[in-house]
């Protein structure tokens, strides 16, 4: 069964680290172009970091640059975000989508809460 699963959201005071899990199955997220986006209420989806295929080349939005990092575990066909220096607008649905030669996935998505 083909299915992307996020974990790890949660409340966190401003300043304080996350990191999200995105757990693959039924294909590799090597083969696999992988990004998090994030979606806040009332605001549309924005795409966050992305890792592509084979080489894991890594791209970030302005916003998390510096902060946010993207990584992926192919033992455990599981993509990362570390989420550091956390600001009260990070806070969103964090959801992990994967392109796989021509099919697209989407999880679930986890909740991140930045607040005091």
């Known amino acids: 069964q083909v299915q992307l699963v996020e974990s790890g959201g949660g409340l966190v005071q401003p300043g304080g680290s996350l990191r999200l899990s995105c757990a693959a199955s039924?294909?590799?997220?090597?083969?696999?172009?992988v990004r998090w986006y994030r979606q806040a209420p009332g605001k549309e989806r924005e795409l966050v970091a992305g890792?592509?295929?084979?080489?894991?080349?890594?791209n970030y939005a302005n916003s998390v640059q510096g902060r946010f990092t993207i990584s992926r575990d192919i033992t455990k066909n599981t993509v990362y975000l570390q989420m550091n220096s956390l600001k009260p607008e990070d806070t969103a649905v964090y959801y992990c989508?994967?392109?796989?030669?021509?099919?697209?996935?989407w999880g679930r998505g986890t909740q991140v809460t930045v607040s005091s």
């Open positions: 890792i592509v295929a084979f080489a894991a080349t890594t």
């Open positions: 989508n994967a392109q796989n030669w021509g099919a697209a996935y």
């Open positions: 039924g294909f590799s997220v090597r083969t696999s172009l």
